[in-house]
């Protein structure tokens, strides 16, 4: 097996990385580095660095390197980034990923794409769960690039006969997640609450309330929906990778600072631009069991930013 991963210096594809290296396939990592970090490289990983937007350059990679799989995890995924330059988040999100989509189907290679189930159905009401069924209601510009991208995916495969499968995270969290950018709650939380600094939950409807409400996953068990689509073992085009557990930001920062035995203050802050107020996937039945529970990937999150 041959595979093509994009962005495996980032937090997710870098799991990847390593999950495939394990297995001894054969995998090209591409990433520019302008989020990934150059030490979340497996040792030995053979490398290239690259930006998803530079057309000849993707092009000189896939005919060289003829992937059977291209794992698609490279894009702009920050809700705030996009609603301030939504022009960008397109231009990553939407068109570079064409590029890589044009570059697999002149090598006959399947897609695994990494899309968004935390953004792209909207607001979901209480006690419900959104599934694969639910018409998707993007909000931000970040959720409409990527349902975007996901609607070329199934105009090539009707036209070109290009293989796909969709994967909609919802909220991913783990190890090796940055700290230092504005997505990714639980790793914001972790190094602010290792350091002592306070942390402040943002609001979801009224200041001081307990915040929106998360579903969060483990990164392992999105490296394991991965796998199984690059394995070619899903059917499905379009899969929730989720808990559908909803978790409330207040929950999650008190979980955190009781696990890390934190002495930083918990406060509060405004609703933030682009933010939903609830979201929560039902997974699909073939990436339901076996999850990770929160309280266990909490523990070895705050783990890893201790070390």
């Not at 899309?115 to 993007?138: C, F, H, M, N, R």
């Not at 073939?286 to 929160?294: E, I, K, N, S």
């Not at 070895?300 to 201790?306: D, G, I, R, S």
Request: a negative charge; charged letters at 25%; hydrophobic letters at 40%.
């Amino acid at each position: 097996m041959r595979v093509l991963l994009t962005g495996g210096a980032g937090f997710i594809g870098s799991h990847v990385a390593d999950a495939l290296l394990d297995r001894g396939y054969e995998t090209l990592i591409v990433d520019d580095l302008s989020s990934g970090r150059r030490e979340n490289l497996p040792e030995g990983a053979e490398f290239r660095p690259l930006d998803i937007r530079d057309g000849d350059g993707v092009q000189a990679v896939f005919r060289e390197f003829r992937p059977d799989v291209v794992c698609h995890q490279a894009a702009q995924t920050s809700v705030a980034i996009s609603t301030r330059e939504p022009l960008r988040d397109a231009d990553i999100n939407v068109l570079g990923s064409i590029r890589l989509l044009d570059a697999a189907r002149d090598v006959g290679a399947r897609i695994v794409f990494a899309s968004t189930g935390g953004a792209i159905y909207g607001e979901v009401p209480e006690d419900q769960a959104a599934d694969e069924q639910w018409l998707p209601k993007p909000v931000s510009p970040y959720a409409c690039s990527k349902y975007a991208f996901e609607n070329y995916l199934h105009g090539y495969r009707a036209e070109h006969g290009v293989q796909a499968t969709i994967l909609r995270y919802a909220n991913v969290y783990g190890p090796r997640q940055d700290p230092h950018g504005e997505a990714g709650v639980v790793a914001i939380f972790a190094r602010r609450l290792k350091d002592g600094e306070p942390i402040r939950i943002n609001a979801r409807r009224a200041l001081g309330d307990d915040g929106c409400v998360r579903d969060y996953i483990s990164v392992r068990d999105v490296v394991r929906a991965n796998l199984l689509a690059i394995d070619g073992k899903l059917e499905p085009m379009v899969m929730n990778v989720g808990t559908g557990i909803g978790t409330s930001t207040g929950t999650l920062a008190r979980e955190l600072h009781k696990t890390m035995s934190s002495r930083s203050e918990i406060g509060h802050g405004a609703r933030r631009p682009g933010d939903l107020e609830r979201s929560v996937l039902r997974p699909h039945p073939d990436l339901a069991q076996g999850l990770v529970p929160l309280a266990e990937g909490l523990r070895e999150t705050a783990a890893w930013f201790a070390r």
